[in-house]
């Protein structure tokens, strides 16, 4: 059974950064499709950032492009999402997931195994 959890959280200014972790168990990290989401209060979950289980692959929303980056250290089993240039509208708990089989990325519900969420909050 894989698990993950997230790590890395906090409250930072705008402008500012921050990188969350995401420590998988159970599982090799190069054999899973890994994911980021974010749910904002009152909102839906949302995609953010993958990377295929060869790590070839990147995927993101285009409001964090070029801002964001996702990685992958198959030594620590463990997944990075780098956030640079942070804005208020990053706000939101992040989400970690992982995926067994290739496909829409994207999309939420093709994601078998989820963390518990850190809070990201930046203030302007």
């Known amino acids: 059974q894989v698990h993950v959890a997230e790590s890395g959280g906090g409250l930072v200014t705008a402008g500012g950064s921050l990188r969350l972790s995401c420590a998988v168990s159970g599982g090799t990290v190069r054999s899973l499709g890994m994911g980021w989401f974010r749910q904002a209060p009152g909102k839906e979950r949302e995609f953010v950032t993958a990377i295929t289980g060869d790590g070839d692959i990147t995927y993101y929303k285009d409001s964090v492009k070029g801002r964001f980056t996702i990685s992958r250290d198959n030594a620590k089993n463990t997944v990075y999402l780098e956030m640079n240039n942070l804005k208020p509208e990053d706000t939101a708990v992040y989400y970690c997931?992982?995926?067994?089989?290739?496909?829409?990325?994207?999309?939420?519900?093709?994601?078998?195994?989820w963390g518990q969420g850190t809070q990201v909050t930046v203030s302007s």
């Open positions: 997931a992982a995926r067994y089989y290739s496909g829409n990325y994207r999309a939420v519900n093709e994601y078998a195994t």
